[in-house]
Nanobody
Framework: QVQLVESGGGSVQAGGSLRLSCVASKYTQRPYCMGWFRQAPGKEREGVATISTGGASTYYSDSVKGRFSISRDNAKNTLYLQMNNLKPEDTAMYYC?????????????????????WGKGTLVTIST
């Protein structure tokens, strides 16, 4: 059982930056893929970025490539999403999620097969 808690959301103007964090409630050494997903009002949930168990490989959706950076600190059981040059279309509820022992931690694989654990989300609102 893994509990995930997101933080760092807020309201910023277009072009600004935010750093989201996701902390597991207890320490674990299990090799989880992790990722960030988002859902805007009236839209389906979409994958934003994913990261391999050790953090060496990262994957991004085309819409955030070059602007967002996902990272993890396994010693702190924490996942991060650095978001730069934010755009109004980035407005959404952002969810942290984890998946255990997938064949790959790629965004496409995790989006297809789903995640095992989800946080409750943190709201990001970008204004013009």
């Amino acid at each position: 059982q893994v509990q995930l808690v997101e933080s760092g959301g807020g309201s910023v103007q277009a072009g600004g930056s935010l750093r989201l964090s996701c902390v597991a409630s207890k320490y674990t050494q299990r090799p989880y893929c992790m990722g960030w997903f988002r859902q805007a009002p009236g839209k389906e949930r979409e994958g934003v970025a994913t990261i391999s168990t050790g953090g060496a490989s990262t994957y991004y959706s085309d819409s955030v490539k070059g602007r967002f950076s996902i990272s993890r600190d396994n010693a702190k059981n924490t996942l991060y999403l650095q978001m730069n040059n934010l755009k109004p279309e980035d407005t959404a509820m952002y969810y942290c999620a984890a998946a255990l022992f997938r064949s790959s931690c790629s965004l496409s694989t995790l989006s297809l097969y789903g995640m095992d654990y989800w946080g409750k989300g943190t709201l990001v609102t970008i204004s013009t």
